[in-house]
């Protein structure tokens, strides 16, 4: 590993330790230029809960709103409806990227400065996508990426700038590109104990106005259907989650250095009591493994079944003989019409999530 890498990850673990992080069974070491960082079995042993982390250290919609900094005209453009719970984050990135003496600076100069998404592609790169699902996908989005920064991002950002002492320091698109790469690719959905967010029984000590509570209205009505992949509260019954937990999108450091594989090693927890980790409001790594691991394998999480456009469009990278990929067959549904059986048919396809508003179905390999 080069001595810059090794600088960057000593940092980032003293940072850790520093915030209350606790490598159980693990360690973070470099993979290479393309995937970053990794985390790896430490040793024979280490099954069972793999890494601690306190769940005060997430970034979520809730710091960003109580930020000194930018909670203030944050929480102004959440009542005015002009930014949701993740342009929230995307903005607290953006401003910890470029303020000086940021105390987030050990984490952020560990994430890669740059991603194989399309968004990233050069111009030669992007035209051999042409014909894809990907290719227009990314010509939209990075349409509305521009938008947005020029009319909410840019003069915001420059704004809490100078209110932090910085005049001088100028946000580029590419910031802002950055920062909302990070958040797509690393992200987690965080089950946060209701009484962790709304303390003292559940009365609204420090997340009283209507911002936040508009920001955990978006986020809730986002969480997901199963805990498989995107976490579980330890002790409580999933059956009964709803009550006891808010879904919350957000970032972990640390278990966010888990790369993807077809088969997970393990799958990341929350721990409301500290009867598991021993550590109280707590987000910790579970092996999955019964017995002991393989020493210096690395430990990798699920994205979830995605093919490779998918895995492209929102991750960068693709999987060679994806058991999840398809193809896209463009087929307008108005032609169904005209084929026996059409109405049977159209509702078999709707059935199995056919995606009629693009035109088209998905049909696996």
């Known amino acids: 590993m080069a001595s810059e890498e090794e600088a960057k990850l000593e940092l980032f673990l003293q940072w850790l330790q520093v915030n209350g992080v606790e490598l159980r069974g693990c360690k973070i070491k470099y993979c290479n230029s393309t995937k970053g ?8 042993t280490s099954y069972g809960v793999l890494l601690v982390v306190p769940l005060d250290l997430a970034i979520t919609p809730m710091r960003v709103l109580e930020d000194p900094l930018l909670g203030p005209a944050c929480r102004a453009m959440m009542e005015e409806g002009e930014v949701d719970d993740r342009l929230l984050m995307i903005l607290f990135l953006t401003v910890e990227r470029l303020r000086k003496n940021s105390s987030w600076k050990p984490y952020l100069d560990m994430i890669p400065s740059s991603f194989g998404s399309p968004i990233w ?5 992007f035209e051999e996508l042409k014909g894809t699902s990907v290719y227009q996908a990314t010509k939209l989005q990075k349409n509305s990426l521009q938008a947005v920064f020029e009319d909410k991002v840019k003069g915001l950002v420059k704004t809490l700038l100078t209110l932090d ?4 320091s100028e946000v580029a698109f590419e910031d802002f590109l950055w920062a909302n790469s990070v958040f797509w690719t690393r992200a987690l959905n965080i089950p946060l104990p209701r009484s ?13 106005d209507k911002s936040c509570e508009e920001v955990l209205k978006k986020s809730d009505e986002r969480r997901p259907e199963s805990n498989e992949s995107n976490g579980n509260m330890s002790g409580l019954d999933p059956n009964t989650m709803q009550g006891e937990t808010l879904w919350v999108e957000g970032l972990v450091p640390g278990i966010d250095f888990c790369n993807h594989d077809l ?11 500290g009867s598991v980790t021993g550590v109280p409001l707590s987000m910790y790594l579970l092996s999955v493994d019964q017995g002991p691991s393989q020493v210096e ?24 003989d994806n058991p999840d990929d398809y193809l896209m067959v463009h087929y307008p ?6 084929i026996p059986f059409s109405e049977c048919k159209l509702q078999l396809l709707q059935a199995q999530v056919a995606y009629f508003p693009l035109e ?3 049909v696996s390999f």
């Open 263 to 273: 088969k997970a090693a393990a799958t990341w927890e929350v721990d409301k009591a």
């Open 165 to 168: 002492g910085d005049s001088e």
């Open 196 to 208: 962790y967010v709304f303390p003292d029984n559940g009365e609204e000590a420090h997340h009283n």
């Open 360 to 362: 088209c179905i998905w």
């Open 37 to 44: 960082y990794g985390l790896f079995s430490s040793n024979p």
């Open 333 to 338: 549904a108005e032609a169904l019409q005209n």
């Open 297 to 320: 394998k690395e430990i990798a999480i699920s994205y979830g079944d995605k093919g490779n456009e998918e895995l492209l469009y929102l991750y960068g990278f693709v999987i060679e």
């Open 121 to 125: 592609f050069t111009d030669d790169e």
